[in-house]
């Protein structure tokens, strides 16, 4: 549809506001200069960060002195390196200095992100290192910068309006895939997000290399060509932005020359107005002369580029465990500061966000380096920089979490390692829930094994060793609740206490199935490959495998790069099976099948839960046995397929995205609507019932084919594909040529994916699908504490008696998720103590909400994402501290829009 009337109107989209005249003849030209932050593609991290301090020095220097020139920083990271070059407030201060000038702009962003690859919270967090700066140098950011990848997840635009940024400028790359279809003319464009809110945005359909490749800004001919076709494809509007990138962590040594550019486009283009300048000066001209006339669009963008991240799956899912252990960990300190006094470790927290930042940034993950640009030494460097985030970030997990327990216990450990021990357990989730707890060998007292007791009961928990790891499950735990468990060491083993030693079955009759069953299910197994051939819902009578399709469920397939980029037919991997064993646990029925040597395939179990109706799938992969890629073939691709005896008629297909369920429909016009990044569940369903997968480590899934990127949902069968490795050898460096590289240095060979299955009848129920998702990737945290009996034990039981077996943060609503309980960040007033509760609806219906909290809290109000207060007091009711428990905290009138975060400070007692 072409729109070249004076005023616009449009139908469907979302539509326009306010109308605005428009003449269709472009006379202003905004050209934003920039180097494209690449952390890595160009050099190692560490490299790339020194280039930015030196160079950065010398854009800012030029910005402030020389009337002409500007410069945009693309990327808060690429300002931190800066910062940190000399001390912070004479940077600061020159900061402040040159932005007074309103020659610099800087981007609200973190960096470029792979954005489908993080939840919501860690989109929040990226906003925060640059809203904190904006409040140091007292001039707001709201414009917020990414460039080099084809698209972004949906949640984007909402995170973005909530931390107070209100435009988003993208330079896309469109040569491997993605982006959208929105045509020029509907350019510039509101981007709502799921709840509504939305961003100004501008898509450089030609990169954030457009300036010198595609305008050619150079050579004023060409560049009035551009503007001429433009023109004439409809675009209303009389003014343009153009992203003047100079390149992949380019030196702002080109900016001189650029001037130079700019002078003779002027000269020889007098009837266009060229503005050499910031990021905001576009937005603030077409708000000022346009108001609201622009069209919404509302959906996801992102899936593409993010699904190449399989290329470190030990990364992967090392991050995967991290983006839900992070925020458990930052609520656990803050416990520890309400209830104990604990130091609230700040600086560590933010360090652990900005490290999931960094995995997440699109350079953040390993490889084999871009051809003939990088040094064989600067891609092993940069490989073990990317692994060290996660490293580094499982540190900072640990540390406040245990320095959290011990602080809430107001004990450390006793040398006396002969006696029975607490165990403190925290349920991190917004609901009631059981759940397993592992326990390190590590950290326990020497002892052939031991017994789980709940001191509340008395009764004995079941409790099991899984390898050097001991596991017991815990009675339903209220939500945001700590809970006490006894650790008695026991001199034998009971049968309770570890798994029934496994019964061969190599006597089973040749060609037999192997049945394995309970009153759930009964699952079929290929004796011979380990494919399952039927899974059987005794409950609903109804066959969950498609037995008709070319795939067999479970099995493992191969494709190679050329295959897998245009969606073809992968190649079956057929192990051959070593052995087949039954497992008997406290928790679990099932067996485990061992692999011949000869593929990568390793070790399957397949699990039926005793108090759960579902089944559970854990496969081990070993990639040490997959073959040598070599360079001429890029690299080699492997899934695990799940054929689902659904109807394609009507089939959906949902997956937890940042913060909630979205359908694969959801997206932009020309989007990709096919390749699926799940950060914890997919759910087929047609119009009779549907199936959940959650899964683990796995992030990548396709349906119907093993293709991921198309603008249109269209399966030919209910097939699930989990793409779970990606495997390039070699690289072709600039001083080596091609080069042999160790993608993941030090990383297991051995690579587990588990994933569980469960059956449900009628429409999709997002509630029930996000607890039995999160439920399955976030385990209960757990700490072993001083031995019973002990002084140091006694001042546990005095410690913790208010405060265990209760809900410390807890909402009335189930579509209504705690998503962060974090201690407030710097108010200004140091008497101050308050805290930060986020919340978030899932299910896209309007609710009213209570928090209810142990906290110390006597008052609250609503902030924005980042914190900055909008309005309050909120409506309290205090109910007072008695000898069994800490004083309540009730605060009512919340309402939240349909998929709404919605940010609350609490002001504690002590204040």
Same mark, same amino acid.
């Given at each position: 549809?072409?729109?070249?009337?004076?005023?616009?109107?449009?139908?469907?989209?979302?539509?326009?506001?306010?109308?605005?005249?428009? /003449?269709?003849?472009?006379? =202003?030209?905004?050209?934003?200069?920039?180097?494209?932050?690449?952390?890595?593609?160009?050099?190692?991290?560490?490299?790339?960060?020194?280039?930015?301090?030196?160079?950065?020095?010398?854009?800012?220097?030029?910005?402030?002195?020389?009337?002409?020139?500007?410069?945009?920083?693309?990327?808060?990271?690429?300002?931190?390196?800066?910062?940190?070059?000399?001390?912070?407030?004479?940077?600061?201060?020159? $900061?402040?200095?040159?932005?007074?000038?309103?020659?610099?702009?800087?981007?609200?962003?973190?960096?470029?992100?792979?954005?489908?690859?993080?939840?919501?919270?860690?989109?929040?967090?990226?906003?925060?290192?640059?809203?904190?700066?904006?409040?140091?140098?007292?001039?707001?950011?709201?414009?917020?910068?990414?460039?080099?990848?084809?698209?972004?997840? #949906?949640?984007?635009?909402?995170?973005?309006?909530?931390?107070?940024?209100?435009?988003?400028?993208?330079?896309?790359?469109?040569?491997?895939?993605?982006?959208?279809?929105?045509?020029?003319?509907?350019?510039?464009?509101?981007?709502?997000?799921?709840?509504?809110?939305?961003?100004?945005?501008?898509?450089?359909?030609?990169?954030?290399?457009?300036?010198?490749?595609?305008?050619?800004?150079?050579?004023?001919?060409?560049?009035?060509?551009?503007?001429?076709?433009?023109?004439?494809?409809?675009?209303?509007?009389?003014?343009?932005?153009?992203?003047?990138?100079?390149?992949?962590?380019?030196?702002?040594?080109?900016?001189?020359?650029?001037?130079?550019?700019?002078?003779?486009?002027?000269?020889?283009?007098?009837?266009?107005?060229?503005?050499?300048?910031?990021?905001?000066?576009?937005?603030?001209?077409?708000?000022?002369?346009?108001?609201?006339?622009?069209?919404?669009?509302?959906?996801?963008?992102?899936?593409?580029?993010?699904?190449?991240?399989?290329?470190?799956? #030990? !990364?992967?899912?090392?991050?995967?465990?991290?983006?839900?252990?992070?925020?458990?960990?930052?609520?656990?300190?803050?416990?520890?500061?309400?209830?104990?006094?604990?130091?609230?470790?700040?600086?560590?927290?933010? !360090?652990? #966000?900005? *490290?999931?930042?960094?995995?997440?940034?699109?350079?953040?993950?390993?490889?084999?380096?871009?051809?003939?640009? @990088?040094?064989?030494? !600067?891609?092993?460097?940069?490989?073990?920089?990317?692994?060290?985030?996660?490293?580094?970030?499982?540190?900072?997990?640990?540390?406040?979490?245990?320095?959290?327990?011990? &602080?809430?216990?107001?004990?450390?450990?006793?040398?006396?390692?002969?006696?029975?021990?607490?165990?403190?357990?925290?349920?991190?989730?917004?609901?009631?829930?059981?759940?397993?707890?592992?326990?390190?060998?590590?950290?326990?007292?020497?002892?052939?094994?031991?017994?789980?007791?709940?001191?509340?009961?008395?009764?004995?928990?079941?409790?099991?060793?899984?390898?050097?790891?001991?596991?017991?499950?815990?009675?339903?735990?209220?939500?945001?609740?700590?809970?006490?468990?006894?650790?008695?060491?026991?001199?034998?083993?009971?049968?309770?206490?570890? %798994?029934?030693?496994?019964?061969?079955?190599?006597?089973?009759?040749?060609?037999?199935?192997?049945?394995?069953?309970?009153?759930?299910?009964?699952?079929?197994?290929?004796?011979?490959?380990? #494919?399952?051939?039927?899974?059987?819902?005794?409950?609903?009578?109804?066959?969950?495998?498609?037995?008709?399709?070319?795939?067999?469920?479970?099995?493992?397939?191969?494709?190679?790069?050329?295959?897998?980029?245009?969606?073809?037919?992968? @190649?079956?991997?057929?192990?051959?099976?070593?052995?087949?064993?039954?497992?008997? /646990?406290?928790?679990?029925?099932?067996?485990?099948?061992?692999?011949?040597?000869?593929?990568?395939?390793?070790?399957?179990?397949?699990? $039926?839960?005793?108090?759960?109706?579902?089944?559970?799938?854990?496969?081990?992969?070993?990639?040490?046995?997959?073959?040598?890629?070599?360079?001429?073939?890029?690299?080699?691709?492997?899934?695990?397929?799940?054929?689902?005896?659904?109807?394609?008629?009507? *089939?959906?297909?949902?997956?937890?995205?940042?913060?909630?369920?979205?359908?694969?429909?959801?997206?932009?016009?020309?989007?990709?609507?096919?390749?699926?990044?799940?950060?914890? &569940?997919?759910?087929?369903?047609? /119009?009779?019932?549907?199936?959940?997968? %959650?899964?683990?480590?796995?992030?990548?899934?396709?349906?119907?084919?093993?293709?991921?990127?198309?603008?249109?949902?269209?399966?030919?069968?209910?097939?699930?594909?989990?793409?779970?490795?990606?495997?390039?050898?070699?690289?072709?460096?600039?001083?080596?040529?091609?080069?042999?590289?160790?993608?993941?240095?030090?990383?297991?060979?051995?690579?587990?994916?588990?994933?569980?299955?469960?059956?449900?009848?009628?429409?999709?129920?997002?509630?029930?699908?996000? =607890?039995?998702?999160?439920?399955?990737?976030?385990?209960?945290? %757990?700490?072993?504490?001083?031995?019973?009996?002990?002084? %140091?034990?006694?001042?546990?039981?005095?410690?913790?008696?208010?405060?265990?077996?209760?809900?410390?943060?807890?909402?009335?609503?189930?579509?209504?998720?705690?998503?962060?309980?974090?201690?407030?960040?710097?108010?200004?007033?140091?008497?101050?103590?308050?805290?930060?509760?986020?919340?978030?609806?899932?299910?896209?219906?309007? /609710?009213?909400?209570?928090?209810?909290?142990?906290?110390?809290?006597?008052?609250?109000?609503?902030?924005?994402?980042?914190?900055?207060?909008?309005?309050?007091?909120?409506?309290?009711?205090?109910?007072?501290?008695?000898? !069994?428990?800490? &004083?309540?905290?009730?605060?009512?009138?919340?309402?939240?829009?349909?998929?709404?975060?919605?940010?609350?400070? *609490?002001?504690?007692?002590?204040?």
């Amino acid at each position: 549809m072409m729109i070249t009337a004076l005023t616009l109107t449009l139908s469907g989209f979302g539509g326009f506001g306010d109308a605005a005249e428009t /003449s269709g003849k472009i006379n =202003r030209v905004y050209i934003v200069p920039l180097s494209h932050l690449d952390i890595g593609f160009t050099a190692s991290p560490r490299e790339v960060a020194e280039h930015y301090r030196s160079d950065l020095e010398i854009a800012l220097r030029v910005a402030n002195n020389l009337p002409d020139a500007r410069w945009n920083i693309e990327s808060i990271w690429q300002l931190e390196q800066w910062l940190k070059a000399a001390p912070e407030d004479e940077r600061t201060a020159f $900061l402040k200095e040159v932005m007074s000038t309103q020659r610099l702009g800087i981007s609200a962003s973190y960096a470029s992100m792979h954005s489908a690859l993080m939840t919501g919270e860690e989109m929040l967090r990226m906003l925060y290192p640059g809203q904190k700066l904006a409040e140091k140098i007292g001039i707001p950011l709201e414009t917020a910068v990414m460039n080099d990848v084809p698209g972004f997840a #949906w949640y984007m635009p909402q995170a973005l309006r909530a931390s107070g940024i209100k435009r988003l400028i993208v330079g896309v790359n469109l040569d491997f895939g993605g982006g959208t279809s929105i045509p020029p003319h509907m350019i510039p464009f509101y981007w709502a997000g799921p709840d509504g809110s939305s961003v100004l945005t501008w898509i450089s359909p030609k990169g954030y290399l457009e300036g010198g490749f595609h305008w050619e800004l150079h050579n004023p001919e060409t560049f009035q060509k551009r503007l001429e076709a433009l023109e004439a494809s409809g675009y209303p509007y009389d003014a343009i932005l153009i992203i003047d990138g100079y390149g992949d962590n380019a030196s702002v040594d080109r900016l001189l020359s650029r001037l130079n550019d700019i002078r003779r486009l002027r000269a020889t283009l007098p009837g266009v107005e060229i503005i050499y300048g910031t990021i905001d000066e576009y937005f603030d001209y077409m708000e000022e002369k346009y108001g609201r006339v622009f069209p919404t669009f509302s959906g996801d963008w992102g899936r593409t580029w993010d699904v190449g991240r399989i290329s470190g799956p #030990w !990364q992967m899912a090392e991050y995967r465990a991290l983006q839900r252990l992070m925020p458990a960990a930052e609520a656990l300190a803050t416990l520890a500061y309400a209830f104990a006094g604990a130091p609230y470790p700040a600086e560590r927290l933010a !360090q652990g #966000w900005n *490290l999931l930042n960094l995995v997440s940034e699109h350079t953040g993950g390993p490889g084999t380096g871009w051809p003939d640009l @990088t040094t064989a030494q !600067q891609v092993d460097e940069s490989n073990v920089t990317v692994l060290s985030y996660v490293r580094s970030a499982r540190e900072i997990v640990e540390e406040v979490a245990a320095a959290s327990f011990a &602080a809430l216990a107001g004990t450390a450990d006793s040398a006396d390692e002969s006696s029975s021990r607490d165990v403190l357990v925290y349920n991190a989730l917004s609901w009631p829930r059981t759940g397993l707890v592992a326990l390190r060998a590590a950290d326990l007292p020497p002892a052939a094994g031991y017994r789980v007791i709940d001191p509340a009961t008395g009764a004995e928990l079941a409790s099991m060793w899984d390898g050097d790891t001991f596991v017991f499950e815990t009675p339903e735990m209220p939500p945001m609740a700590l809970a006490r468990y006894r650790l008695e060491p026991v001199e034998e083993v009971t049968e309770n206490g570890e %798994a029934a030693k496994p019964a061969d079955l190599e006597t089973r009759q040749p060609g037999a199935t192997v049945i394995l069953e309970n009153e759930w299910y009964r699952i079929e197994i290929d004796p011979d490959s380990g #494919w399952v051939l039927s899974m059987y819902d005794k409950e609903r009578s109804r066959e969950i495998v498609n037995r008709a399709s070319r795939y067999r469920f479970n099995q493992m397939l191969w494709a190679s790069h050329h295959v897998d980029f245009i969606g073809g037919t992968p @190649t079956p991997i057929v192990p051959a099976v070593a052995s087949i064993e039954r497992v008997e /646990s406290p928790f679990a029925s099932g067996i485990t099948i061992r692999y011949a040597e000869g593929t990568p395939w390793h070790e399957t179990t397949i699990l $039926l839960p005793r108090a759960r109706a579902r089944v559970e799938i854990h496969n081990i992969i070993d990639r040490g046995k997959m073959r040598k890629v070599p360079y001429d073939e890029h690299s080699d691709h492997f899934y695990f397929a799940f054929p689902l005896a659904l109807s394609t008629r009507q *089939l959906s297909a949902n997956y937890l995205g940042a913060t909630r369920f979205q359908s694969l429909k959801d997206v932009l016009p020309g989007a990709n609507a096919n390749g699926i990044v799940s950060l914890g &569940a997919v759910d087929l369903r047609d /119009s009779l019932w549907g199936v959940t997968v %959650a899964h683990r480590e796995a992030f990548s899934f396709s349906v119907g084919g093993i293709g991921q990127s198309s603008a249109l949902f269209q399966p030919v069968e209910a097939t699930l594909f989990a793409h779970v490795v990606q495997k390039a050898d070699e690289g072709k460096t600039k001083d080596k040529g091609i080069t042999a590289f160790e993608v993941e240095p030090g990383a297991p060979n051995l690579l587990r994916f588990a994933f569980a299955f469960e059956v449900s009848d009628g429409e999709f129920d997002p509630v029930a699908a996000s =607890r039995f998702a999160l439920e399955y990737v976030m385990s209960p945290l %757990a700490w072993v504490g001083a031995p019973a009996g002990s002084s %140091a034990a006694t001042s546990l039981d005095e410690a913790l008696q208010p405060l265990t077996g209760r809900s410390l943060v807890a909402v009335d609503q189930p579509n209504v998720l705690v998503t962060a309980l974090k201690k407030a960040e710097a108010t200004g007033d140091p008497k101050s103590k308050a805290v930060i509760v986020r919340l978030q609806e899932i299910a896209g219906v309007e /609710s009213e909400v209570r928090l209810e909290t142990a906290l110390p809290a006597h008052a609250a109000v609503l902030t924005d994402a980042v914190e900055r207060v909008l309005s309050g007091p909120i409506p309290s009711e205090i109910a007072p501290a008695s000898d !069994q428990a800490p &004083a309540t905290a009730r605060f009512t009138g919340l309402t939240l829009k349909p998929y709404e975060t919605l940010t609350l400070k *609490l002001e504690l007692s002590g204040s």
